[in-house]
């Protein structure tokens, strides 16, 4: 008796992780299931991960090592941890100074929606430590790959550390869906310019022939556009015939940075600075 053709078939109503699916592999006609098939390509393919700097190569403060609490690498905040960044890539996290539980966390502007996986490849680890996700869907990391699923939407990637630990992290990654795909590492130039949306490091040199008492405006040209207008701060370096000085924000527009520089006297000026402009997430 000959079987059905395909249009002959009744039409499923919905696919489910159990939905079987003709596969020919070379061997003969197979079965497979809708979960075999989506671990298939979430193996082929990746999704876009939603962390900013998941391999920790972005470093604009440019400290060797950051303690206690605050931003670190760029994008990642820290609380009650010590972090050492690696000029090849990874980063080091320990809890060995203080007494309370140990966060190392990235803040997204946005929550995904619905199903998310959160992953992250460690390269050494000691005591507990875990990864977690909004709704407290968690995981003990080991030594690897390590993945944690959730259905609800996420807003953060963090890591606890218990006191007395440390972890090695090689890259972190968050995903919309149900699979873990491929981590790929970023572009460090795209990944710098997203960086500068939260924070932008510029070194400042300007120099003029001043008339004493003479106002002197420059225009800074910023990396890129920050997404909220920062919090300015200054790192005086150098300054000649400089009366007084000072870099404001102006939000019209895109927003912008202003130096404006009085000359103090009638001479060659010179001004260089380091100028901050924080707009991360707190």
Known sequence: MAGKQVTELDTLPSFTDTSLLPVHNGAGLKKGS??????????KFSNPNLLINPDFKINQRRA????????????????NVTVTPSASGGITVKNDKYTDTGTFIQTLENATEGDSTLSCYVTSVSGTVTMV???????????????????????????????GTSITLKWVKLE?????????APNPAEELI???????????????????????????????????NPTVNIEDQYNFN??????????DGTGWLNLDVVAQSDAQTVCQLICSCDAEIY
Not at 34 to 43: E, I, P, S, V, W
Not at 64 to 79: A, L, M, N, P, T
Not at 147 to 161: D, E, N, P
Not at 217 to 226: E, F, G, M, R, S
């Open 34 to 43: 809708l979960t075999q098939l989506a671990d298939y390509l979430g193996n």
């Open 64 to 79: 060797s090592s950051y303690e206690k609490q605050g931003y670190s690498v760029d994008r990642w905040k820290i609380w």
């Open 133 to 163: 996700a909004d709704d407290d869907s968690q995981v003990i990391l080991k030594q690897g790959l390590n993945v944690v699923h959730t259905s609800k939407s996420t807003k953060t990637f963090t890591i606890f550390l218990n006191r």
């Open 176 to 184: 919309q869906g149900k699979v873990a795909t491929e981590f790929i």
């Open 194 to 228: 997203k960086c500068c949306r939260f924070y932008q490091k510029l070194q400042v040199m300007y120099t003029t022939y001043g008339v004493a008492d003479q106002h002197y405006y420059h225009k800074l040209p910023l990396i890129t556009a920050l997404r909220i």
């Open 242 to 251: 400089v009366k007084t000085k000072k870099i404001e924000w102006r939000s």
